[in-house]
């Protein structure tokens, strides 16, 4: 299956060991989703969009989504991380 011209993968986590979790995550996340992993999965589907939504387990801390991200995707529109603090 190879996904039509300008597809968007409309929600997608990324994992790094290297970036602390919070203290109450149940889960650090599939040790499989790296950008790597990522990275092949749109070479197979033909993949040229994505949304990389913050994984519960950084909190809100989106170091992981966005900092260290290398998928540096075509046309980056923002990263926001909403936190209920004050």
């Known amino acids: 299956m190879v996904a039509p011209p300008n597809t968007c993968d409309s929600h997608i986590?990324?994992?790094d060991t290297t970036t602390p979790l919070v203290?109450?995550?149940t889960t650090p996340g599939p040790?499989?989703?790296t950008v790597s992993a990522y990275?092949?999965?749109q070479k197979r589907l033909?993949?040229?969009r994505a949304v990389v939504v913050q994984a519960n387990a950084y909190g809100t801390d989106n170091t992981?989504?966005?900092c260290r991200n290398p998928i540096r995707l075509p046309?980056?529109?923002g990263t926001s991380t909403?936190?209920?603090s004050p």
């Open 13 to 15: 986590h990324i994992y």
């Open 23 to 25: 203290p109450w995550t």
């Open 31 to 33: 040790a499989w989703a």
């Open 39 to 41: 990275r092949d999965v």
């Open 46 to 48: 033909g993949l040229t």
């Open 64 to 66: 992981c989504a966005a």
């Open 75 to 77: 046309d980056p529109v």
């Open 82 to 84: 909403v936190s209920e």
